[in-house]
T-cell receptor, first 112, second 115 residues
């Protein structure tokens, strides 16, 4: 069974559109994250939720809005997509008090 | 603030040769340190981590890393490279202070293994 899953795996869309990426973990973890990996493979955290509460929000444009309906899910909605949003977005999860984060397979977003 | 520097964005070794990927960190408090591997078009997989205790840490696939506080380093090694080791490797640090368990990644090292 997949521990951290993301949908869709690939997303190609036009500038100005709104899109969502979904993440689910079946590890029973209480903390979830979104990371962005740019074209140079640099990974940077965007958001973190613990028990559905936002605990990290790294200077991300407010076009990006995370939503955590429950501990097992963390979705990312992006409004008014821009060319610079093209990247691979990774979801991850961990358990409070345990350092290891487990990553999903990534969603490859291409904005045309 | 914490940061990670990975020296060498590309490393090439022959199959069977020693693999050495360098990582230096900066942290105001003793850190937790990680190495992750990313195979093409896949997510990140944890190779190994250092939290406390023994400074030589063994991970999966024959990799190990040594935490050297005096050198602020956490270099990744493998005695004998295999073709299947070709991938992108990321060093990451997390401070033991608050901050919501945020991982700060290095810029990655692409490992190429040649016959």
């Amino acid at each position: 069974d997949t521990a951290v899953s993301q949908t869709p795996k690939y997303l190609v869309t036009q500038m100005g559109n709104d899109k969502s990426i979904k993440c689910e973990q079946n590890l029973g973890h209480d903390t979830m994250y979104w990371y962005k990996q740019d074209s140079k493979k640099f990974l940077k955290i965007m958001f973190s939720y613990n028990n559905k509460e936002l605990i990290i929000n790294e200077t991300v444009p407010n076009r990006f809005s995370p939503k955590s309906p429950d501990k097992a899910h963390l979705n990312l909605h992006i409004n008014s997509l821009e060319l610079g949003d093209s990247a691979v977005y990774f979801c991850a999860s961990s358990q409070a008090g345990v350092e290891t984060q487990y990553f999903g397979p990534g969603t490859r977003l291409l904005v045309l | 603030a914490q940061s990670v520097t990975q020296l060498g964005s590309h490393v090439s070794v022959s199959e069977g040769a020693l693999v050495l990927l360098r990582c230096n960190y900066s942290s105001s408090v003793p850190p937790y340190l990680f190495w992750y591997v990313q195979y093409p078009n896949q997510g990140l997989q944890l190779l190994l981590k250092y939290t406390t205790g023994a400074t030589l840490v063994k991970g999966i696939n024959g990799f190990e890393a040594e935490f050297k506080k005096s050198e602020t380093s956490f270099h990744l090694t493998k005695p004998s490279a295999h073709m299947s080791d070709a991938a992108e490797y990321f060093c990451a640090v997390r401070g033991k202070e608050g901050g919501g368990n945020k991982l700060t990644f290095g810029t990655g090292t692409q490992l190429k293994v040649e016959l």
